[in-house]
C-alpha cells in the first residue's frame, strides 16, 4: 500500500456570497482540486433575529451543488418543483445539469429567531458528457446519512459520499466522489482508503490535522498527494475535517458565475438559454 501525504496546503479567505453571507473557501479551488470547482464554509455566523441572509433566486448549468448544513435551517425552492428545508445534518445534491434555478434562504422560523448558522457548499463539477444532463436531486435528512465510530472510540464519521470504517455512503454521485465529515479526538489517529488516481485532500474547520508529521491547521486545505491509503492524526487537539476524492475530469473548464462548461460558446449559451427563460 502507497501512502498519500501532504503536497500543499492552501489557505482560506473570507468573501461574502449570495445576498451578503460570509464563507471561508480556500483559495487554490477550481484549477488544483478536479473534480471539485468551490468549497464554500458557511458561517459559522451569528445572526440576529430577522437579519440571516441566504442566497435569492439564481440560475446553474453544468456542474452539482451539494449543501451540507451543520448549524442553523435554511429552506430551498427551484424550478423543477422541489422544495424544503435543510436542518442539521441533512444533505441536499442537486445536480443542475442542463439547467435549474433555486433560492437558498434561511429557513423561516431559524429567520425569526436568529441564532448560529454554519454549513457547506461544494461545487462538484460533471464531465462533459453529462453537463446537459436532466436536473436530478436528492435530499437526504441527517438520520438517513450513515455515521460510525470508531472501535477505540476516537473517530467518528458522517458519511455523505464514498465509504470509511467499513460502511458505505447512500447518496448517488455521478462520479465517484468522497465526502466524509470526520472528527478524530486528540491523540486518535484513522487510516483512510482513497482509490489510486483520485484526487484527494482534506479541509480542516477544527483544531489541527497531521499527515506524515505536517500539519493541516484549522481553515486550511490540505491537499495530498496519490497513493492507496491516508493517515490522519490529532495530536494535542480534536480536529475536525471534511475528507474530499474524486476523479481528474481532464477537460477544459470554462466558467462564468453559476455556469461551468468546457468552453466559451457553452458559456454564451447558457446565458442566453436563461435570458429566453429556456435555462430551467
Ligand atoms: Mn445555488
Not at 496546503?9 to 478536479?34: D, I, K, N, Q
Not at 448549524?71 to 436542518?87: C, F, I, P, W
Not at 457548499?121 to 436532466?134: A, E, F, G, H, R
Request: charge should be negative; charged fraction near 20%.
Amino acid at each position: 500500500m502507497q501512502k498519500r501525504t501532504l503536497r500543499m496546503t492552501a489557505p482560506t479567505h473570507t468573501v461574502l456570497e449570495g445576498g451578503g453571507f460570509p464563507v471561508r473557501r480556500p483559495s487554490a479551488m477550481g484549477s488544483l482540486m478536479s473534480p471539485f470547482l468551490l468549497l464554500d464554509e458557511m458561517g459559522p455566523v451569528h445572526w440576529e433575529p430577522g437579519q440571516a441572509i441566504g442566497a435569492p433566486a439564481h440560475p446553474h448549468r453544468g456542474f452539482e451543488t451539494v449543501t451540507y448544513m451543520i448549524q442553523g435551517a435554511m429552506k430551498h425552492e427551484d424550478s423543477a418543483g422541489n422544495k424544503g428545508d435543510l436542518n442539521p445534518g441533512d444533505v441536499q445534491w442537486m445536480t443542475a445539469g442542463r439547467g435549474i434555478i433555486h433560492s437558498e434562504l434561511p429557513q423561516d422560523d431559524f429567520l425569526k429567531q436568529g441564532g448560529v448558522s454554519h454549513g457547506f457548499q461544494i461545487w462538484v463539477n460533471l464531465p462533459s458528457k453529462d453537463k446537459m444532463m436532466q436536473p436530478r436531486y436528492q435530499e437526504i435528512s441527517s438520520k438517513q446519512i450513515p455515521k460510525v465510530t470508531s472501535e477505540d472510540g476516537k473517530v467518528w464519521a458522517n458519511i455523505i459520499a464514498g465509504s470509511t470504517l467499513g460502511v458505505q455512503a447512500v447518496i448517488d454521485t455521478v462520479i465517484p466522489i468522497t465526502y466524509i465529515h470526520m472528527k478524530i479526538q486528540k491523540q486518535g489517529a484513522h487510516c483512510q482508503a482513497i482509490e489510486q488516481g483520485l484526487n484527494g485532500m482534506i479541509y480542516v474547520f477544527g483544531g489541527t490535522v497531521h499527515i506524515e508529521g505536517k500539519p493541516v491547521h484549522d481553515g486550511q486545505l490540505g491537499l495530498l498527494t496519490d497513493g492507496d491509503e491516508v493517515i490522519f492524526e490529532a495530536q494535542e487537539d480534536d480536529a475536525e475535517f471534511l475528507i474530499l476524492a474524486g476523479p481528474e475530469l481532464n477537460e477544459p473548464i470554462a466558467r462564468y458565475g453559476p455556469f461551468v462548461m468546457n468552453n466559451r460558446e457553452e458559456i454564451q449559451q447558457a446565458l442566453l438559454d436563461y435570458q429566453n427563460g429556456n435555462l430551467a
